[in-house]
């Protein structure tokens, strides 16, 4: 009896055994195979060209690469001498046009009082339409030197971000144009997490979903939201033709992959000593709620 007992309970413990590592199997098999991760992550950033509504060379530069920078600091500025030049042309032509239209008035103004027994219809039409015309060269005067004021305050670039300056070579003496980009500004307020997740763990991620980051290379883990789903990615299998007919890959692989579907993650507050870096690899992990 006791030796049937001993077996019995070398079966059962075998068997709990095999049910428990069969169940860690499974269970391990289900999250690599079914569970929202991904390694195929990355820091993002909006980036945004630094660019320069007027030509000019430049006369200061007042940051240096990889500098963090607030919206409204002064970048660069472009040589002003030529700028305040045509305000000045600009004033003095609103000034002439002025002089031009208070003439024209006064001289309306007295054709209008001599009347018809004086003066005649024509030469009253002809003093309203002079009247008109002065009042147009003065708004167009106007007008003009509203352009070269801006342009002036537009020889100074201000940061139109928050961020980090990248891949700046600008110097002094450099010649910039007209909406030409001169310098990066990674704008810091738009760091996010990019995960790129196969299509076959979609169904189980939805919006508002908390993350968890892992950045390679650092211990910290960040904590996020899903804020975002794509709306499409490109089909690689189809093309337009050259009648714009739709032209489809005959060929057929009968080894598909799963296609990528990009997840924006909303970022909590990021711990102290962690670095986010645009283009950073980092491992994604959706926790479905419930």
């Known amino acids: 009896m006791k030796r049937f007992l001993s077996v019995l309970g ?10 428990a590592a069969a169940g860690a199997g499974w269970r391990a098999w289900d999250t690599y195979m079914n569970e929202p991760w991904t390694r195929d992550g990355h820091v993002r950033a909006d980036v945004v060209g630094v660019t320069p509504d007027v030509s000019g060379l430049v006369s200061e530069v007042l940051v240096r ?27 003095a032509a609103v000034a002439g046009q002025k002089a031009s239209l208070d003439q024209a008035r006064r001289d309306a103004v007295r054709y209008q009082q001599l009347g018809r027994d004086v003066a005649s219809q024509q030469k009253i039409e002809q003093a309203q339409a002079a009247q008109a015309t002065a009042e147009a060269s003065y708004a167009q005067a106007l007008a ?28 002094p003496g450099d010649y910039v ?5 001169v310098m990066a500004l990674v704008d810091s307020d738009s760091l996010r997490v990019e995960g790129y997740f196969e299509e076959t763990r979609l169904a189980r991620i939805r919006l508002g979903d908390p993350v968890e980051i892992h950045l390679m290379g650092q211990a910290a883990t960040l904590t ?15 093309s337009d033709g050259s009648s714009l007919m739709a032209s489809i890959n005959p ?30 690899t980092a491992t994604v992990a959706v926790k479905p709620a419930g």
């Not at 070398?10 to 049910?19: I, N």
């Not at 030197?145 to 305050?153: K, P, V, Y």
């Open 10 to 19: 070398r079966v059962l413990l075998t068997l709990v055994v095999v049910a």
């Open 65 to 91: 690469d990889n500098q963090a920078v607030h919206r409204g600091d002064v970048l660069l500025r472009i040589d002003r001498q030529r700028f305040e030049l045509a305000l000045q042309l600009a004033e």
């Open 144 to 171: 003009n030197r509203d352009i070269a004021r801006l342009n002036l305050e537009r020889s100074e670039i201000h940061a139109p971000a928050n961020g980090i300056i990248t891949n700046m070579s600008l110097n």
């Open 177 to 181: 144009t007209a909406g030409k980009a």
């Open 224 to 238: 996020g939201r899903v804020e975002s789903i794509a709306g499409g990615i490109e089909d690689r299998e189809r």
């Open 251 to 280: 060929t057929f692989s009968w080894v598909r992959l799963a296609q990528r579907v990009p997840i924006r993650i909303k970022l909590d507050p990021v711990p102290e000593g962690v670095r986010l870096v645009a283009g950073l």
